[in-house]
Every structure is written in C-alpha cells, then in structure tokens.
C-alpha cells in the first residue's frame, strides 16, 4: 500500500479538492468507521440493544455486524469439533 502522503496527493489530484479538505474528510471518515466499530461490538457483547445499535449506526450496519458475527460462531464451532 502506498504511503498516506501519497493517497493523499492522488485523493486531492483525483477529486480536484484541496489537501485540508480531503484531509479533513478523510478524518471524519475514521471517526464515524471508529464509532460504528464502537457501537457495533457493544451490541455483539450485549451491552446495548439491537434497536439502540439501530438508531445508531442503522439497519443495514446492525445487520451485516449479525451475519458476520454468526459466521464467525459457525467457524468457530467448526473448528473446535475437529
């Protein structure tokens, strides 16, 4: 992978958008991914309610975190039989 710096550039090049706004764009980009990560593995550890995680990140992201979740408990399972 090319180093930040330089997809920085491409990225300012590319979208013809300054560097602090493709910067700045790129931050609260992290920031929401972080909270939806956040808010998603509280629910996975039963902290917080599926309609809570709902109203957070929504429907779609509850859902795929669910899929993922269970594929990952079948592997596990899987994995422990053998």
């Excluded at 958008?17 to 991914?33: D, L, N, Y």
């Excluded at 902290?47 to 509850?62: K, M, Q």
Aim: no cysteine; aromatic share 6%.
């Amino acid at each position: 992978m090319e180093n930040t710096l330089t997809v920085i550039e491409d990225l300012t090049r590319e979208m013809n958008k300054p560097e602090s706004e493709v910067i700045s764009m790129a931050f609260q980009t992290g920031i929401k991914q972080l909270w939806r990560e956040h808010i998603l593995g509280k629910f996975l550890r039963g902290e917080i309610t599926r309609n809570e995680a709902i109203e957070s990140v929504g429907i779609d992201w509850v859902e795929l975190a669910e899929r993922q979740h269970k594929a990952t408990m079948e592997d596990l399972s899987w994995a422990l039989k053998k």
